[in-house]
């Protein structure tokens, strides 16, 4: 058996700097809980490297992740790859952080409020105002992350 877990928590300054994107940028998210880990191992979707995905808690998440922070469980998962997210400056971090919190929708009115918004196009409109100063910061992104894993290739 191996000793190393595919996800490890993340550090405190993870959590706060997902805490500052979402306090500024997400009001609507203020009450819903989001755990964030770190994926160890590299995570491909249709040929392309994964940096980060968010999904929402189902009943059995929600059950394991009850604790003293989120006495209900968590509402959302938010997996960040450990290897490219230490390879990020803070500008492409908050950027794929704002990205993941793009997904996560909170509609009060619904008996299960909380559900994921499918991508708009490639990106999110509200990443095209964001990120005008560098548009095409997730192209950067993908060749970063293909030399943080040209080795294992």
């Not at 929708?105 to 095209?128: S, W």
Request: contains cysteine; aromatic residues 12%; hydrophobic residues 35%.
């Amino acid at each position: 058996m191996s000793d190393a877990h595919r996800f490890a928590d993340v550090p405190q300054e993870v959590i706060d700097l997902v805490t500052v994107v979402r306090n500024r940028y997400f009001e609507t998210l203020s009450g819903a809980q989001i755990k964030i880990a770190f994926d160890t191992k590299k995570r491909t979707s249709g040929g392309n490297i994964v940096f980060g995905r968010m999904q929402k808690a189902n009943d059995l998440i929600r059950y394991l992740t009850d604790d003293t922070q989120a006495p209900q469980g968590f509402d959302f998962i938010l997996y960040l790859d450990q290897n490219i997210y230490h390879a990020m400056g803070e500008a492409d971090r908050t950027r794929l952080i704002f990205h993941e919190l793009c997904q996560c929708g909170v509609d009060l009115d619904r008996k299960d409020p909380f559900y994921i918004i499918p991508h708009d196009v490639e990106t999110f409109y509200a990443e095209i105002e964001y990120n005008k100063d560098n548009p095409r910061w997730y192209e950067s992104m993908s060749q970063i992350a293909a030399e943080v894993y040209a080795a294992d290739d």
